[in-house]
């Protein structure tokens, strides 16, 4: 990426008021959402004083986000180069699916044990919007609606850490869906997959919730590793979609 395009990224990212959190926290928050949404790719070079200067800030707030993001997984912080967005890897998609299988499992078993009409209407409403996204071919609110089903379905449990261990896990599973949608043959079979999951819910029936979720999670899993393999084998460089550069090299060129 370009010294300037990662400048104007960067920009439109910390741009704006801070808000109650701490400053560590505000910086890590602006710079997540254009490393899930690939604007910042793995490999770019997040330049501590830079970041600093635009936000206005000492680099004590700016070096603690960064330690944020490294624990998150979205950042590796090394000796030589400072902090850098993550590449993607086969071992943390294992990782991550492994893990969102049990907890998603878990939370849908409780979600169903405690659904209300409301509840329902509303996953429903989630499945609909899935729907209409695939009807007009628009991936993005498709993605948009199949995380909401299941969010909303998971907040129906009531169990408040288990829901955050859940977002924390989807949030950084996010960077992967492109890959992962690519895999499917169609976003009608993709809205397919949901249609046990609602059935079980509508009936009220807490094992089989769990069972389905687990089988949708492992499968989205399995379906995500082969795609990401697949894009490795055809890109042996090992940084997908984008080429990410170091932008004080570009300005030395």
């Keep these: 990426m370009a010294r300037s ?4 990224v960067l920009a439109q990212a910390l741009g704006g008021r801070h808000d109650s959190r701490t400053m560590a926290e505000t910086v890590a928050a602006r710079l997540r959402d254009p490393i899930i949404d690939g604007q910042l790719p793995p490999g770019t070079v997040l330049r501590l004083a830079r970041i ?23 950042v590796r912080i090394t000796p030589r180069r400072g902090a850098v967005v993550s590449e993607l890897s086969v071992e943390d998609i294992e990782e991550t699916y492994a893990v969102r299988v049990a907890l998603e499992g878990l939370a849908a078993r409780r ?6 009409a409301q509840d329902r209407e509303e996953i429903g409403e989630y499945y609909d919007r899935m729907a209409h996204a695939k009807e007009r071919g628009d991936l993005h609110a498709f993605i948009e609606a199949d995380h909401d089903f299941h969010m909303r379905l998971y907040v129906a449990s009531g169990r408040d850490h288990l829901i955050q261990s859940i977002s924390d896990l989807t949030n950084r599973s996010r ?6 949608y690519r ?10 997959t949901h249609v046990p ?3 079980a819910i509508d009936a009220g029936d807490p094992a089989l919730a769990e069972a389905l979720t ?3 999670m492992t ?3 399995a379906r995500l590793l082969e795609a990401v393999q697949q894009e490795a084998r055809e890109h042996p460089t090992g940084l997908p979609l984008q080429q990410a550069r170091d932008p004080e090299s570009d300005s030395q060129a």
């Design 5 to 8: 395009e990662q400048d104007a």
């Design 52 to 74: 600093a200067d635009q936000l206005g800030v000492s680099i004590m707030p700016v070096r603690e986000a960064f330690r944020l993001l490294e624990g998150e997984g979205f």
């Design 111 to 116: 979600a169903t044990e405690r659904l209300t």
């Design 175 to 180: 960077r992967y869906s492109p890959y992962g």
């Design 183 to 192: 895999a499917w043959q169609s976003l009608d079979v993709a809205l397919q």
């Design 197 to 199: 999951i609602l059935e």
């Design 214 to 216: 687990r089988e949708h």
């Design 219 to 221: 499968s989205a899993g």
